[in-house]
Nanobody, 125 residues
Framework: QVQVVESGGGSVQAGGSLRLSCAAS???????MGWFRQAPGKEREGVAS?????????YADSVKGRFTISQDNADPNTVYLQMNSLKPEDTAMYYC??????????????????WGQGTQVTVSS
């Protein structure tokens, strides 16, 4: 069973930056890892994904050019989400998820069966 733990949320003003971290443990092979977010009253949506076996990435259109997903060089199953130029509409609970299915980067919710508890990101105007 893969354990997923996120950290790094917080509050920031519009235009600011935050970096989220996600560590997946209990699995020594490559994972497909993704960041998702859910705002109150809205459905959970995919933000960014990475395949830790090769670094392939995929982004939602709403965050392209502002967010960057990357992996740790020393521990490839630890990934980061660098969020720049944050907007109030980025406010949400952010969740990290992992899949051992061996699929390239994907924002398909159904692919992921290991989820973290979430970390809150709040962007004020």
């Amino acid at each position: 069973q893969v354990q997923v733990v996120e950290s790094g949320g917080g509050s920031v003003q519009a235009g600011g930056s935050l970096r989220l971290s996600c560590a997946a443990s209990g699995y020594i092979y490559a994972l497909t890892m993704g960041w998702f977010r859910q705002a109150p009253g809205k459905e959970r949506e995919g933000v960014a994904s990475i395949y830790t076996g090769g670094g392939t990435t995929y982004y939602a259109d709403s965050v392209k050019g502002r967010f960057t997903i990357s992996q740790d060089n020393a521990d490839p199953n630890t990934v980061y989400l660098q969020m720049n130029s944050l907007k109030p509409e980025d406010t949400a609970m952010y969740y990290c998820a992992a899949s051992s299915a061996g699929v390239r980067a994907s924002l398909s919710l159904s692919l992921y069966n290991n989820w973290g508890q979430g970390t809150q990101v709040t962007v004020s105007s």
